[in-house]
């Protein structure tokens, strides 16, 4: 995820664009730049760092010019440096875009424009959008219908802002997929990935849908649809946020925000290139032993996945918590160790990774941020593209990387062989399904779990109590209660309690119950079992179930039926809403808990 900004003025823009990219920067800070538009013609200036960090190298505030390009960025296509940083320009510098999304075909728009003479200065897939409409302009010698050409040839998830010497009076910009809005203001026109970008300076916006393009003036804005060229009428809209409101795209916190992206977060991952998930399902196949590992909530991902390999692919890879793993872990050239990490810098488990290089096994990371440690010390690394995950709560990025591993156990079956073709493409619709399923839980659901949540916020202890998959989920949503209310949330598997933990049960106790599906037996029965168990000494058990017997729960969020495969996604969002909501009546610090960092990179 990357944040754009283009402003047009009857003065010099340069301090607000400047602003506008420091008010984006929670989408993307690896990298930044600024193009402004002036009497000697395109002046690009850019670097890596945060914009405060780039702009001691760059003097971005030394510029002037009333139109300009603004953009920070999370890297997704090349590395990050000066190169792969925007904005991007066409060969002769007369266009310049910056672009947020993926442009999906890039590689053959790349090689058709190398065969024709340009010249690529970067890896990145931007820079054939500038050399695309340049190409095009060659043969129009008209903007618009350049521009229009181009995004016939275009595919992917994309929105883009572009000036041009040939037009010094206009930004053009175009949406596909990504996000892309106008500000309406007084002395000036705005474009940004969202509102932030220029709420300082209007609350008057003005949102492009997918499939269309604007025309944008000191004074004016026109917008067409991409497929015919046909004007839009558009009404003006006022925006009541305020600038950390906007930032946030109008939830309270981002913990919420990323909640709610997770249904995108799902499309994003669908997207990885099916080469490399079959890279690492082969390195998986090859392989003697694999290990998972993560620290926190990756252990869990990694639990998670542990269930998923035995299920979908018929092979057990044990998952081992990174501060353990070289207590535990016996690895050699045969084997292969995957790391789950969000930020790719968490020292638990880069030393587990260089412990098991040691022994000579391979390595293999998920990770979410390019150019992090453990992505160059792998021998291989996969980008789950969940985008900047803010809160040091992580959700939206778990998800996505149980998606991954979810996605890689189908390809090792295949692999393999021995599963029915039937059932691969049956969990694979499933996990199609999931983006519109969850975002229905969201959307009709989540009033529900937060009624609940604030009717049992005084709740001092709970125990979170699951069978099979539904196990790491207890875990994962126990831990989320923790770091974010305070409140002492144990998470067990649903057989361990009657073993030792129902001595604690009594009338102070909670228990919140992750049932499984009615078709998951034995587990489902057992689990109803437990529950009873608990009852049966007093204590209030609060279930999340898609069907179980009515009066069975002194209070219960009863979840739609979903395919069973995907069912305890399902229950993994429904306790982190949970746990946000019980954070928000207790009125504690959700986005940044006390004491926890959002990248642990210390002993």
Not at 99 to 123: D, P, R, W
Not at 129 to 138: D, G, S, V, Y
Not at 415 to 421: L, N, P, S
Request: with cysteine.
């Amino acid at each position: 995820m990357c944040g754009i900004s283009a402003i047009i003025g009857k003065n010099d823009i340069v301090e607000k664009l400047y602003n506008s990219i420091k008010n984006l920067e929670y989408r993307g800070y690896d990298s930044c730049g600024l193009a402004v538009l002036g009497a000697n013609g395109i002046v690009v200036r850019k670097n890596v760092g945060s914009v405060e960090q780039a702009n001691e190298k760059e003097k971005f505030v030394e510029l002037s010019g009333n139109v300009g390009i603004a953009h920070t960025r999370w890297a997704t296509h090349g590395g990050v440096s000066k190169e792969n940083s925007h904005p991007h320009t066409s060969c002769n510098g007369d266009f310049t875009v910056v672009h947020n999304g993926i442009v999906s075909n890039y590689m053959e728009i790349k090689e058709e424009l190398i065969a024709l003479g340009h010249i690529f200065t970067s890896q990145t897939d931007t820079e054939v959008i500038p050399h695309l409409i340049e190409e095009c302009f060659k043969q129009t010698k008209n903007v618009e219908r350049a521009l229009r050409e181009a995004l016939k040839k275009l595919k992917g998830t994309y929105a883009f802002a572009m000036i041009t010497i040939y037009d010094k009076g206009t930004i053009y910009c175009a949406r596909n997929e990504s996000p892309l809005v106008l500000g309406i203001g007084r002395e000036g026109m705005f474009v940004g990935s969202d509102v932030n970008a220029f709420i300082d300076y209007t609350k008057n916006i003005v949102f492009l849908n997918n499939g269309e393009y604007a025309i944008v003036s000191a004074d004016s804005f026109i917008i067409k649809e991409m497929s015919r060229g046909e004007e839009v009428k558009r009404d003006i809209t006022k925006i009541e946020w305020d600038a950390e409101m906007a930032k946030k795209g109008g939830y309270p916190h981002y913990m919420l925000k990323e909640i709610y992206e997770q249904p995108m977060t799902i499309q994003n991952v669908m997207k990885i290139e099916k080469s490399s998930i079959e890279r690492l399902a082969s390195m998986i196949a090859e392989s003697r032993v694999t290990y998972l590992t993560g620290v926190g909530t990756t252990y869990y991902v990694a639990m998670a996945a542990q269930y998923y390999f035995s299920k979908i692919a018929g092979q057990f890879l044990p998952a081992i918590s990174s501060d353990e793993f070289e207590n535990v872990a016996i690895a050699g050239k045969d084997s292969l160790v995957v790391a789950v990490s969000q930020s790719g810098e968490t020292y638990d488990t880069l030393r587990a990774l260089r412990a098991a290089k040691k022994m000579g096994a391979k390595t293999t990371a998920i990770v979410n941020v390019i150019g992090s440690s453990m992505s160059r010390e792998v021998d291989f690394a996969i980008m789950q593209g969940s985008g900047p995950e803010i809160c040091v709560l992580s959700t939206k990025a778990a998800m996505a990387q149980i998606l991954i591993l979810i996605r890689t156990a189908l390809e090792l079956a295949i692999i393999k062989g021995d599963r029915d073709k039937k059932e691969i493409k049956k969990i694979e619709s499933a996990v199609a399904e999931m983006p519109g399923l969850i975002q229905t839980l969201l959307n009709e659901y989540q009033g529900i779990i937060r009624n609940i949540a604030y009717r049992n916020a005084a709740v001092k202890n709970w125990l979170y109590l699951g069978r099979g998959i539904y196990y790491p989920v207890a875990l994962e949503a126990a831990l989320k209660m923790k770091e974010v209310t305070y409140i002492h949330a144990e998470g067990m598997p649903g057989g361990f309690m009657k073993h030792g933990t129902i001595s604690l049960i009594d009338e102070s106790m909670n228990s919140l119950v992750f049932v499984p599906t009615q078709h998951e037996e034995p587990i489902y029965e057992l689990t109803l079992s437990g529950v009873e168990e608990i009852k049966a000494r007093k204590g209030k058990v609060i279930g999340i179930h898609f069907g179980a017997p009515r009066g069975l729960f002194a209070e219960e969020v009863k979840l739609p039926e979903v395919p069973e495969i995907i069912a305890p996604l399902f229950q993994l969002v429904a306790g982190q809403l949970f746990a946000y909501y019980t954070a928000t009546a207790l009125k504690r610090n959700v986005d940044k808990p006390r004491s926890l960092a959002k990248s642990v990179t210390v002993a």
